[in-house]
Nanobody, 122 residues
Framework: QVQLVESGGGLVQPGGSLRLSCVAS????????MNWYRQAPGKERELVAT???????DYLDSVKGRFSISRDDAKNTVYLQMNSLKPEDAAVYSC????????????????WGQGTQVTVSA
């Protein structure tokens, strides 16, 4: 069984910063792509940032230059550093990861966390 648990959300003023963390636990033999998504009320979920196993990254255009995704494979953790936050960044942020639960790493399945709320308001 694999679990992903996010933390680090909260209330921040516009222009402020937050650092989100997502820790994967359970029977894990490898993690490939790790992602951060967000969903605001009444809006569709959108992919915010992704990082692959070689630490290659990609970002939603609206967060480029402000957000940074990173990973610590020794801790099975992915981070999202969010700077210069704007009210439109407010959403529930969730992580997902492609995880191998077999020793031979022949199959990677996506697992999801429950999400953490980010509120940006004065």
């Amino acid at each position: 069984q694999v679990q992903l648990v996010e933390s680090g959300g909260g209330l921040v003023q516009p222009g402020g910063s937050l650092r989100l963390s997502c820790v994967a636990s359970g029977t894990i033999f490898g993690i490939n792509v790790m992602n951060w998504y967000r969903q605001a009320p009444g809006k569709e979920r959108e992919l915010v940032a992704t990082i692959d196993s070689d630490s290659g990254t990609d970002y939603l255009d609206s967060v480029k230059g402000r957000f940074s995704i990173s990973r610590d494979d020794a801790k099975n953790t992915v981070y999202l550093q969010m700077n210069s936050l704007k009210p439109e960044d407010a959403a529930v942020y969730s992580c997902s990861a492609a995880i191998a639960t077999d020793y031979s790493r022949t199959r990677f399945l996506y697992y999801w966390g429950q999400g953490t709320q980010v509120t940006v308001s004065a």
